[in-house]
């Protein structure tokens, strides 16, 4: 299976698709200057405490306070208190713990205000960013996560996944860990340990201490609200937790973010350096690989099944819910039961890669074709916890189906859903239902030219069309666009884009800027000139 990386950047950060065997697996949108994302921390204050929840509500900036239970704070609460301070006060200064006594653990059933009161200010880490109308949760059981280990501070274990199966790798790992790790720091073995040598083991340790000593730095002077310690950005996230041998492609259309993902993989995975690659052909990346025609035929209400079926999927605030249709399918095989279990076993695959793809958490339940065989209830049931279990690195459970073929499944939710729309308004009307006739569009296009080349004397303008347009300017001996280079003695480069609707149309200056011309080719208002 070959696993692809296609970064595109866009005005505000960029979008990333991971593709396996060409079909789209996983999609990322990173915003720059994204704040309250997973794993970063800040020094927050307290601003409530509700002993009835038996939590703290936290302010470390969000326009919502930020929610702590008591068993979030980790039983080292009181070593990471009495650390802070220390560092504050700077009478520790680095980021080492082995001079540091730690103190004894907190109460398992104790309350939360026995730890915590109001105006208190201490470091916590984004477990779960905002989602609909909750702020963050919060966790004290700090950890930073690397390529092979996560180094948890405040504690001496060493554990080591259980995808680990071998019992001799087990004891390898945890007696290499033990012999080089620092004293007063806990470490986490992770799958992709499996294998290593202990100089990329002990690399990877090293860059952890490193972000950790970088952090304590910060904490001497930081005020409250202040970002500690940032997660790395989204590509390199999703590159430290998914990189292994069978990753053959990287591609990326911009220079800087280009050099960003070389210099972190030379430090992850030096000899998968060359497999980077700046893309710089004429067409959008995503439409080169076909990643945008993906994402609009995989987000939208109801996915087609390649074998005749197809899915509708709805959500609400409480859960998630799928329901699996045979559409032309039931013409196609011999009985019933066949048809179902034909149906329900794609469907089970699909579904595992739109959780993924979705990032959809909490709740699922999908309503899969009734079938009366229990063994074939029983195969859709191992179906889904293989498809799940292969490649989804969120927690889940999947339950077997019940006797109204309904399966229930639990999704660890920690970031807000990938919700995309993918039915587009009507260019030209704005969903009113009423549009001027469409082979007026070379005209409206005409008319803004004289006023961008003649009244506004542009140069290097550039017009991206709907392909059918595109061909209407470009065929010919003597093309349209030829005309309009004698008309206007300048040349017009035209972007065939199949993104856009047949009526709309966009100005683009040489440096790629969009022109503001109205909205979806109308003139503009007077409010939309001036912004």
């Not at 713990?97 to 009161?117: F, R, T």
């Not at 660890?412 to 859903?417: D, W």
């Not at 011309?517 to 912004?531: D, I, N, S, W």
């Amino acid at each position: 299976m070959s696993n692809e990386l296609i970064i595109s950047a866009t005005q505000n950060g960029c979008r990333i698709a991971l593709l396996k065997d060409k079909n789209l697996a996983e999609f990322h949108h990173e915003e720059e200057g994204g704040k309250f994302l997973v794993g970063d921390i800040y020094l927050g204050t307290v601003k409530k405490v509700v002993q009835g929840l038996n939590a703290a509500f936290i302010d470390i900036g969000y326009e919502k306070d930020a929610f702590l239970h008591y068993l979030d704070l980790g039983a080292q609460f009181n070593s990471l208190q009495k650390y802070t301070k220390l560092v504050r006060a700077k009478k520790i200064t680095g980021g080492r713990l082995d001079k540091l006594q730690l103190e004894k653990d907190i109460d398992k059933h104790g309350k939360v205000s026995q730890q915590l009161s109001k105006g208190q200010v201490i470091p916590v880490q984004v477990v779960k960013e905002p989602i609909s109308t909750k702020g963050p949760r919060l966790s004290c059981e700090l950890s930073i996560p690397g390529r092979y280990l996560v180094l948890v501070p405040f504690s001496n274990t060493v554990s080591v996944s259980k995808k680990i199966t071998s019992s001799e790798e087990r004891k390898r790992l945890l007696r290499l860990i033990q012999s080089i790790k620092p004293e007063n720091f806990g470490v986490i073995i992770r799958t992709v340990a499996e294998g290593k040598e202990v100089a990329e083991l002990d690399k990877d340790l090293r860059n952890l201490t490193k972000t950790w000593d970088e952090g304590t730095k910060r904490l001497v002077t930081a005020n409250p609200r202040d970002k500690v310690i940032g997660e790395i950005s989204k590509t390199s996230s999703i590159l430290r937790d998914v990189l292994n041998e069978s990753f053959d492609n990287i591609q990326v259309d911009d220079k800087k973010i280009y050099e960003e993902t070389r210099a972190y993989i030379r430090t992850i995975a030096p000899d998968k350096e060359k497999i980077v690659k700046l893309y710089t052909g004429k067409a959008k990346i995503f439409e080169h690989f076909n990643v945008e025609k993906q994402i609009k035929s995989a987000f939208g209400q109801t996915v087609s099944l390649k074998g005749g079926g197809y899915l509708i999927i709805e959500h609400t605030e409480a859960l998630h819910v799928v329901d699996v249709n045979s559409g032309n399918k039931s013409n196609r095989e011999e009985n019933q039961e066949t048809t179902a279990l034909s149906v329900n076993l794609e469907a089970a695959k699909e579904v595992a890669r739109q959780l993924r793809l979705r990032d959809m958490g909490g709740i699922i339940v999908v309503d899969f074709i009734d079938m009366r065989s229990a063994e074939n209830k029983r195969l859709i049931h191992k179906t889904m916890k293989d498809e799940m279990a292969g490649a989804d690195r969120a927690k889940h459970t999947v339950l077997p189906l019940s006797k109204f073929g309904l399966m229930q499944i639990t999704r660890e939710r920690v970031r807000p859903q990938m919700d995309i729309t993918t039915k587009e308004v009507c260019p030209t009307c704005n969903g009113t239902g009423s549009i001027t006739a469409s082979i007026l569009i070379t005209d409206e296009i005409e008319q803004h030219l004289d006023h961008l080349l003649i009244k506004q004397n542009e140069t290097g303008l550039a017009l991206a069309l709907h392909p059918f347009v595109y061909a209407y300017y470009t065929t010919g001996i003597i093309s349209k666009r030829v005309k309009l280079f004698f008309k206007y003695k300048k040349w017009i480069t035209l972007v065939r884009d199949s993104s856009m609707a047949i009526t709309e149309f966009k100005f683009l200056t040489k440096d790629g800027d969009e022109i503001d011309t109205g909205v979806h080719g109308q003139p503009a208002t007077p409010a939309q000139t001036e912004e």
